[in-house]
Structures are given as structure tokens and as C-alpha cells.
DNA sequence: AGTTTCCCTATAAAGTCGATAGGGATCAAT
DNA sequence: ATTGATCCCTATCGACTTTATAGGGAAACT
């Protein structure tokens, strides 16, 4: 699972946006807020507005606001938004993937693979991001210590 | 997720060795049984012998076989071999991503997603792929018709 | 020797990623 | 109507990755 700079820009610009209910938040503002390249991040809202997560408004008093309710925005949306697909086998969707009999199995680790990472990223939304919080059930997985550690590539 | 056409032969190469006991079985033979282009099929096997999961041979009777046992071959160690970590934010691991006081809730996000992802494929092994199955919990996940619909982005 | 097979290097087109630059369009306030 | 702020659009760019293809060298076996 790689999720890109652009896609983690965007999270983090929609919890700024998500803690400014009253006035339009500046991509400036933004920018500066979460240390993110103001031209680069101007493309990334772009995004943003074009696929409903955020409105905009120009002129003095302009910016961006959120166009949806923070407990409706999974990350999981705003990552396909941004990223495309959550799951992806040679460029297709897991159930797409064709295998010959020797090689079946494979389509049924990828679909389940799909399962649990949507059963993370479907989970959490925005209003959970910005009350800094996580689901109870997402924050069991993060308990245990083997969680935080790498396991490094077999060379 | 995202699954490199690379990681997709790679294992179903291993596969076809998994099954391949007695002799060595030639590249070429590989890449017709898989239906493989055989100079990628070439690289990927170099990229298997020097990360320790075949052995080759050259000469008449020469070809490839596997150098561990299938049940100990994880999914997740052929992964990481071709394609790198499992899970990636900003080209650093979920532990190193740092964030700013409101988009700290991030990284228990990534860090739980990493959890869920391991949980599929580091239970799954050559043995099971090779056998043409899954293990129970693996394949308990895909019974949910849910499991092979696709969620589109919205627009 | 000769044949077979792996092994190594080079090449390459296409696409993606992470930006940067410049200026045009629009809005609100004056 | 002017002004200034802000978003908006297009273009560009270098580095890297992906998915291969091609040609021949090195080693092993008969």
C-alpha cells in the first residue's frame, strides 16, 4: 500500500479545513498550517473541488471550505479520489485478475487483502481525523508493539 | 495496494516450481505455463536467486528450483523482495510519518492499515497457493459477496 | 566440441510523481 | 470602476518506475 505526497497532502488539508467551520480557509493558510508546497497543494485542492470533497471562493474573503459532513468522508474516499483504486493487480481490480488452475488461489488472497484494507480505510473518517481520535476497533490494531515494527526486506 | 506485474509473475512462477519436485524446470518452460514474456520472466528469476528463493542450474538438464520450502515462503516475503515494503507513506514506513498535533490521528491509521495487511499475507505461504488454497480465516473473508464488488471513486 | 541453459548489460518507450512558474479569471470591498 | 486578494488554468520539468526487448557471454552437461 503506497500511499503518495499528494494523497497525504490531502488528508491533512481536509482536517484543516474540517477545524475552520466558520470562514474559508486560504490555500495559503493551508500550505503553511501543514507545511505542504502552496503551488503543489493549490493542485491537490483542485482535486479536491472537482471530486466534492471542498468548495472554493474567490476574491478577498476567499478560500476553501468542506462541502461534506466530516462523519461522511471515509479516508478510503478521498484516497481512491486521489490515488485511484485502493487495491490494484497488474492494472485491473483484484476480481478481475485471471489465473490459470495452478494459480487460482492468488485471486483469493488478493480479494481478501482488498477486504482488510478497506475494513481500516472505510473506517475511519474525517471527523475522526480532526477529533484526533481513531474507531475503537482501529485502535486495538495499533496496541500491540510488533504493529510499530518494520519487517525488513530478506536479502 | 498495488500489485506490480513483476510480484504477480514472481509468484506464479514460484508456483509452477512449487509444483516442479523433481527436476529443474527451465525459464521457458516457466513462461509458457504462466504465459510470461520470457526475458522478464529471465530478470524477475535473477531477482528470486539473489534474494534466496531459487536456485538455478545451467547446462542441458538446467533450469530453476525452489531453495526453501513452500510453507515457508510467505506472500509478504516475495512482495517485499520485488516490490519493496507492504506499506509505504511518502516513501518512509507508517513509524516514521510525522505529523502535526491535528493530523496525528494519520498515523494509527496507516499503522493499523499495515496491521490488516500483514494479517493476509503473511498468513498466506507457497505451500497454500500451491495446494490451490487458502488458509480458513483468509478465505472466510471472501465469502461476503461484498468481498468481490468494487467501490468506484467518486466523481 | 557442441548444445543448452542461465547470466549480464544495454536500451527504451511510456507513464507517474512531486513539484514549479506565470499569468488569467473572478469576487468583494471601496 | 478600480483595486487587491484569491482561486484557476496551462505548461513545463527532472527524476524515477514500469514493463519490457535484444544481443551475446559464461558455464554446465552429453
Chains 1, 2 share one sequence.
Not at 462523519?71 to 490515488?83: K, P
Not at 494459480?103 to 487483502?113: C, D, E, K, R
Not at 477529533?131 to 490494531?141: D, I, R, Y
Amino acid at each position: 500500500m503506497r500511499i503518495s505526497a499528494k494523497a497525504d497532502y490531502a488528508l491533512r488539508a481536509l482536517i484543516e479545513l474540517a477545524h475552520a467551520t466558520e470562514a474559508p480557509l486560504r490555500s495559503e493558510a493551508i500550505a503553511a498550517a501543514q507545511d505542504i508546497p502552496h503551488k503543489f497543494l493549490e493542485a491537490i485542492l483542485t482535486d479536491l473541488r472537482k471530486t466534492g470533497f471542498v468548495t472554493s471562493q474567490r476574491g478577498g474573503d476567499g478560500g476553501y471550505r468542506l462541502r461534506r459532513a466530516p462523519e461522511e468522508v471515509q479516508v478510503a474516499h478521498v484516497l481512491r479520489a486521489i490515488d485511484g483504486p485502493l487495491t490494484e493487480i497488474r492494472g485491473g481490480c483484484p476480481e478481475d485478475a485471471t489465473y490459470n488452475e495452478r494459480a487460482s488461489a492468488l485471486q483469493l488472497v488478493w480479494v481478501a487483502l482488498r477486504v482488510n484494507i478497506r475494513n481500516i480505510l472505510e473506517g475511519v473518517t474525517l471527523a475522526h481525523l480532526a477529533a484526533g481520535s481513531v474507531p475503537k476497533e482501529v485502535a486495538e490494531l495499533t496496541e500491540d508493539p510488533e504493529a510499530w515494527r518494520t519487517h525488513w526486506i530478506i536479502r
